[in-house]
T-cell receptor
Framework: AQSVTQLDSHVSVSEGTPVLLRCNYS??????LFWYVQHPNKGLQLLLKYTSAATLVKGINGFEAEFKKSETSFHLTKPSAHMSDAAEYFC??????????????FGRGTQLTVWP | DAGVTQSPTHLIKTRGQQVTLRCSPISGHKSVSWYQQVLGQGPQFIFQYYEKEERGRGNFPDRFSARQFPNYSSELNVNALLLGDSALYLC????????????FGPGTRLTVL
């Protein structure tokens, strides 16, 4: 079965400092992994995805994530936080390609606060 | 190209009523999935449809039903509403039903009084 654990419910950083949002996953298959962002009262926007190509995945707005199979982790990072990055971030796992069902399994979310 | 669209944006109902939510996928996408997001939690999978057939169902009661139309748009119906059904209902579309990336609409905020 697939599951995701986001290790921090809240992360606070100062503008211009690095961001680290942690995610561990469990999957019976070769998984596809995603990070989505949700701004207040908005839908979910895809930040980046991993689908068994390069283990370091670059996304939009300067975010990137590294897939580490040995640690079953998929942490999200950004070198320098911006005020506009303040939002809820979700780590997501699904069965990989070849699966007939694309059900997404979401973590509980990490609320990122960016201080000026 | 237009993204995933959902209607209505907001909805207020009372307990016991029925509600229908609508979703139009991205042009060319044949799969639609529905998720429920309760305040403070991650979205939970309700249904996935592909080519008008149900491909998967999450752990939701039979009060929840859905269908997909020939133009790939979809409706989610919830009968006998309970207070606990208050949530943001998200629709996502993808090219197919496997591990393809799902793109989300803005959601419908349902409040049950």
């Amino acid at each position: 079965a697939q599951s995701v654990t986001q290790l921090d419910s809240h992360v606070s950083v100062s503008e211009g400092t690095p961001v680290l949002l942690r995610c561990n996953y469990s999957s019976s298959y070769s998984p596809s992994l995603f990070w989505y962002v949700q701004h207040p009262n908005k839908g979910l926007q895809l930040l980046l995805k991993y689908t068994s190509a390069a283990t370091l995945v670059k996304g939009i707005n300067g975010f990137e994530a590294e897939f580490k199979k040995s640690e079953t982790s998929f942490h999200l990072t950004k070198p320098s936080a911006h005020m506009s990055d303040a939002a809820e971030y979700f780590c997501v796992v699904t069965e990989g390609r070849g699966s007939t069902l694309g059900r997404l399994y979401f973590g509980r979310g990490t609320q990122l606060t960016v201080w000026p | 190209d237009a993204g995933v669209t959902q209607s209505p944006t907001h909805l207020i109902k009372t307990r016991g009523q029925q509600v229908t939510l609508r979703c139009s996928p991205i042009s060319g996408h044949k799969s639609v999935s529905w998720y429920q997001q309760v305040l403070g939690q991650g979205p939970q999978f309700i249904f996935q449809y592909y080519e008008k057939e149900e491909r998967g169902r999450g752990n939701f009661p039979d009060r929840f039903s859905a269908r997909q139309f020939p133009n790939y748009s979809s409706e989610l119906n919830v009968n006998a509403l309970l207070l606990g059904d208050s949530a943001l209902y998200l629709c996502a579309s993808s090219l197919a039903s496997g591990g393809d990336t799902q793109y989300f609409g803005p959601g419908t905020r349902l409040t049950v009084l």
